[in-house]
């Protein structure tokens, strides 16, 4: 709808555009994408509905914390932090750490203190975060391109 309208399209510029990628600003934002691949992921993981919860997760908060901290650390940052793709290790990274900190959260949330053991637990925690840190420096299948 944005799109559509050039009255709400520069609204919405003006307050978010410092976030924004440059791509987006006159073409539909990743969200379409992102909604897609949710549909997609409800339909693929019926029986467990904690990967879908995990995958919204990691994609709806931790991909746009990434972006930001990239995006707000640019001017920065050394060039050597900056992939060829657009992202970088800053963005990454923090991604990285937010996306153990959602799965901290959502483990309390969703299981008994007893269910894992403590080293399970920091096993999930880890690794949660690294999958959806590095899952963030894909762009369309190219991996530090």
Partial sequence: GRLKSQ?????????T?????AG????PSGICYFLTGVLISGLLTLPD???????????????????????????FSPRFVQLSNGKSLVGTF??????MFLTYVFLIWRY????????????FVIGGGFIGGL???FLFGHFMT
């Fill in 17 to 21: 555009g410092q976030i924004m990628r």
């Fill in 94 to 99: 923090c991604d990285i750490l937010f996306c």
């Fill in 49 to 75: 509905k904690n990967i879908l919860l995990m995958s919204v997760l990691y994609l709806g908060f931790g991909d746009p914390f990434a972006s930001a901290c990239g995006i707000l650390t640019r001017p």
């Fill in 7 to 15: 009255y709400l399209n520069d609204l919405i510029i003006k307050y």
């Fill in 112 to 123: 008994d203190a007893s269910f894992f053991t403590d080293e399970q637990f920091r096993i």
């Fill in 135 to 137: 899952s963030e420096m």
């Fill in 24 to 27: 987006e600003i006159n073409k």
